[in-house]
């Protein structure tokens, strides 16, 4: 069985690493607000304290531990640090079996959604089999039970999940508004003040961008980000090398790079 959701790894890499890149960095992205939209763990997020205390860290290192094991694999020797830094993280950390699933589901779902809305092509369901049978490898490497047998059943407990627990909460907008700067980051200057427009387009979602404080995404806007951003993919090459380099993919948190244990709260 192990075998066989291994199997899926090598194809969902190319996916990451190569072919839609920069789909699946934003994708990664978005998928991070998610938690904030869910109130009982958006109140779990604020008592354990690590993103008020340090949010721009925070983000940083969980897109680093995504890309360590997707580029590793969840049995490599980095993949199997990064497995035992988040079964740490979690250990003792209140939730239930699917609020569990549902966090890790969003690392799934949320930047597939982003693919088929905005990026250069729709995922072929070969390859979206592909990215479940990673995610179900890793959760099961991190203690999770999953019973789901392919991405459509995945696909179906996430929305169903949605839709009875999303809502808005004070934690989740505090939580939001201490991290949507990480995004006004990656826009020109003369455009921070439109994050909040654009990221409610992104997510096209009413209850979504309810819970999270934001306006009803604009359809003409929405429209005019899909149309830019599947220009953008079509006219980027396919880039020759990874663009995750462990170790050296670094960023303002890590100028020079990183060692595996740097990564997670800061003395623990």
Same mark, same amino acid.
């Given at each position: 069985?192990?075998?066989?959701?291994?199997? %899926?790894?090598?194809?969902?890499?190319?996916?990451?690493?190569?072919?839609?890149?920069?789909?699946?960095?934003?994708?990664?992205?978005?998928?991070?607000?998610?938690?904030? =939209?869910?109130?009982?763990?958006?109140?779990? #997020?604020?008592?354990?304290?690590? &993103?008020?205390?340090?949010?721009?860290?925070?983000?940083?290192?969980?897109?680093?531990? &995504?890309?360590?094991?997707?580029?590793?694999?969840?049995?490599?020797?980095?993949?199997? =640090?990064?497995?035992? #830094?988040?079964? +740490?993280?979690?250990?003792?950390?209140? /939730?239930?079996?699917?609020?569990?699933?549902?966090?890790?589901?969003?690392?799934?779902?949320?930047?597939?959604?982003? &693919?088929?809305?905005? @990026?250069?092509?729709?995922?072929?369901?070969?390859?979206?089999?592909?990215?479940?049978?990673?995610?179900?490898?890793? %959760?099961?490497?991190?203690?999770?039970?999953?019973?789901?047998? =392919?991405?459509?059943?995945?696909?179906?407990?996430?929305?169903?999940?949605?839709?009875?627990?999303?809502?808005?909460?004070?934690?989740?907008?505090?939580?939001?508004?201490?991290?949507?700067?990480?995004?006004?980051?990656?826009?020109?200057?003369?455009?921070?003040?439109?994050?909040?427009? &654009?990221?409610?387009?992104?997510?096209?979602?009413?209850?979504?961008?309810?819970?999270?404080?934001?306006?009803?995404?604009?359809?003409?806007?929405?429209?005019?980000?899909?149309?830019?951003?599947?220009?953008?993919?079509?006219?980027?090459?396919?880039?020759?090398?990874?663009?995750?380099?462990? /170790? +050296?993919? @670094?960023?303002?948190?890590?100028?020079?790079?990183?060692?595996?244990?740097?990564?997670?709260?800061?003395?623990?």
């Amino acid at each position: 069985m192990t075998a066989d959701l291994d199997a %899926g790894a090598p194809r969902y890499r190319e996916l990451v690493l190569f072919e839609l890149s920069d789909e699946f960095r934003m994708g990664f992205f978005l998928s991070y607000f998610r938690n904030f =939209a869910v109130p009982h763990i958006a109140k779990t #997020l604020l008592q354990y304290g690590e &993103i008020v205390r340090d949010p721009i860290k925070r983000s940083y290192d969980t897109a680093i531990v &995504i890309y360590e094991l997707i580029a590793d694999g969840v049995d490599g020797p980095r993949g199997e =640090a990064m497995v035992s #830094l988040l079964r +740490r993280a979690h250990k003792g950390v209140p /939730g239930s079996d699917d609020d569990f699933l549902y966090v890790l589901l969003t690392l799934l779902i949320v930047p597939m959604d982003y &693919i088929d809305r905005f @990026g250069r092509r729709s995922l072929r369901r070969e390859e979206k089999e592909a990215a479940f049978r990673f995610y179900t490898h890793l %959760g099961q490497r991190m203690g999770l039970t999953i019973e789901l047998e =392919a991405y459509d059943e995945a696909e179906k407990f996430f929305r169903q999940y949605e839709r009875a627990n999303i809502a808005a909460s004070l934690e989740g907008q505090r939580l939001f508004d201490l991290t949507v700067g990480l995004y006004q980051e990656r826009l020109p200057r003369a455009m921070h003040r439109l994050a909040r427009r &654009i990221l409610s387009a992104l997510f096209a979602d009413d209850q979504l961008n309810m819970a999270l404080g934001l306006s009803p995404a604009n359809p003409t806007l929405t429209k005019v980000l899909r149309v830019a951003l599947r220009l953008k993919a079509k006219c980027k090459f396919r880039p020759r090398t990874a663009t995750f380099v462990p /170790g +050296r993919s @670094g960023s303002k948190v890590y100028p020079s790079g990183y060692k595996l244990q740097d990564l997670g709260p800061r003395g623990g």
